[in-house]
């Protein structure tokens, strides 16, 4: 199991009042699978994944990654344990703007001690694998939306992460660079990773092997995918 997740609750409070982001959320996700988490604007899907990302911790609840159990943890500690376990991709593909492509897929290596030479060949194979190997020294202005978006998923892999986590991926794309970032993640799930993607996007959640819908703040769809 790569994600469980018993009786999970947000509770932000503003000092004037207290919102219940997430109202008891149970969900198991296995190793492998590619699991969609969709829902509107303010349903607590957000507020989920940044919980299933270890950018936060829950209010109340059990969340156990691969076999860790997170929940309550600290910061430095929720820190090491998303750079062993999760790769992150965004819409917005937050890379550094004058940094290389090479060199924006060499960050998550670096704070995991891993040697320059073998910092530069990891990443390199990774650029390669997304079909980015003649773009390897160019900054992100010099490149598509849908070149950035793969370099942020060359990024997400070069850890070799238990699970990816997308967030929105082909929201800031084009239909045809889209359709190439989504048959990416379809490549990477058929090669056995694990995918946890978070979108308003029905079309693009049926892809998945499995849709989890979210409306203020609870589970109240979870189905296999239409073939």
């Known amino acids: 199991m790569m994600i469980q997740m018993r009786g999970i609750q ?3 409070d503003t000092g004037h009042v207290k919102v219940r982001a997430l109202k008891g959320i149970d969900l ?29 911790t829950p209010t109340a609840g059990d969340y156990l990654l691969s076999g860790e159990k997170v929940a309550g943890l600290d910061r430095n500690r929720l820190a090491e344990i998303r750079n ?14 004058y940094a290389t492509a090479l060199e924006n897929v060499e960050l998550p290596l670096l704070f995991g001690g891993i040697s320059a030479k073998d910092r530069r060949a990891r ?31 060359a990024r997400a892999l070069v850890n070799r992460p238990a ?6 991926p082909t929201g800031n794309l084009d239909s045809a660079s889209g359709r190439a970032v989504v048959d990416l993640f379809e490549e990477l799930h058929a090669a056995g ?22 409306r203020d703040g609870e589970i109240v769809d979870d189905l296999e995918a239409a073939a």
């Open 163 to 168: 699970m990816v986590l997308a967030d929105e």
């Open 28 to 56: 198991d996700v296995d190793l492998s699978e590619y699991v969609a988490v969709v829902g509107p604007s303010g349903s607590g899907k957000s507020t989920l994944m940044n919980l299933l990302g270890c950018l936060d």
């Open 123 to 153: 990443a390199t194979e990774m650029l390669e694998k997304v079909d980015l190997a003649e773009r390897l020294h160019h900054r992100p202005s010099e490149l598509s939306g849908g070149q950035m978006q793969r370099v942020a998923i």
């Open 84 to 97: 062993r376990h999760v790769g992150f991709v965004f819409q917005s593909f937050n890379l550094l703007p």
């Open 10 to 12: 947000k509770v932000y």
């Open 193 to 214: 990773q694990t995918i946890v993607m978070i979108t308003h996007d029905m079309g693009l959640a049926d892809l998945a092997s499995r849709v989890v819908q979210i």
